[in-house]
């Protein structure tokens, strides 16, 4: 069966500092990958989404990128963060047309 | 451009009581519509979805929902809710012929007492 897996499960950086979240699936082959935040009172917004290695499309303009190294892993990433940056950032697949989405368990990012 | 509202950002029920949560979508061809579900300090669980045909799809934990093209809605009920139903509830639309993710409603925000 298919998995996600997502870490760390929450995060406490300081402004400036560096950010990397990792998501990885199991189970399945090519997926479109995508990473959603959530800020607090607000609903989910779609950050990036890929459709394949290398292959990365972004929804905002923001501090963060995103990177998918191999086909089942995708990485979000801030050279500096902000303090808008705070949020719950949720990484999901889907498979084919993308119908129907798959979350992790999301990771909470404080930045103070 | 799609979109999806929520019009409730939070809704108090009684325990056992009926329960209907309000989605509004805008999309321009037939719409791919969701409902998910999001417990306290956890991920997203699907509840429901729907993409054709029967019009009143039914989900998991004895949630339904019924698409109303006239209305452009698609309203998430259950008949008697429980005490674990308490979560943060999102509608979503998608084109469903690309990769290219969802939009998400704000979130309804659902309080259950006793």
């Known amino acids: 069966s298919q998995t996600i897996h997502q870490w760390p499960a929450t995060l406490v950086q300081p402004v400036g500092s560096p950010l990397s979240l990792e998501c990885t699936v199991e189970?399945?082959?090519?997926?479109?990958l995508y990473w959603y935040r959530q800020a607090a009172g607000r609903g989910l917004q779609l950050l990036f989404y890929?459709?394949?290695?290398?292959?990365i499309s972004s929804e905002v303009p923001q501090n963060l990128s995103a990177s998918r190294p191999q086909d089942r892993q995708f990485i979000l990433s801030s050279k500096k963060l902000l303090l808008s940056d705070s949020g719950f950032y949720l990484c999901?697949?889907?498979?084919?047309?993308?119908?129907?989405?798959?979350f992790g368990s999301g990771t909470q990012l404080s930045v103070l | 451009a799609q979109s999806v509202t929520q019009p409730d950002i939070h809704i108090t029920v009684s325990e056992g009581a009926s329960l209907e949560l309000r989605c509004n979508y805008s999309y321009g061809a037939t719409p791919y519509l969701f409902w998910y579900v999001q417990s306290p300090g956890q991920g997203l669980q699907l509840l429901l979805k729907y993409f054709s045909g029967d019009t009143l799809v039914q989900g998991i934990k004895g949630f339904e929902a019924e698409f109303k093209r006239s209305q452009s809605s698609f309203n998430l009920r259950k008949p008697s809710v429980h005490w674990s139903d308490a979560a943060e509830y999102f509608c979503a639309v998608g084109s469903g012929g690309g990769a290219d993710g969802l939009t998400f409603g704000k979130g309804t925000h659902l309080i259950i007492q006793p």
């Open positions: 890929s459709v394949g290695i290398g292959q």
């Open positions: 999901a697949w889907s498979v084919g047309t993308g119908e129907k989405l798959f």
């Open positions: 189970g399945t082959s090519n997926p479109n």
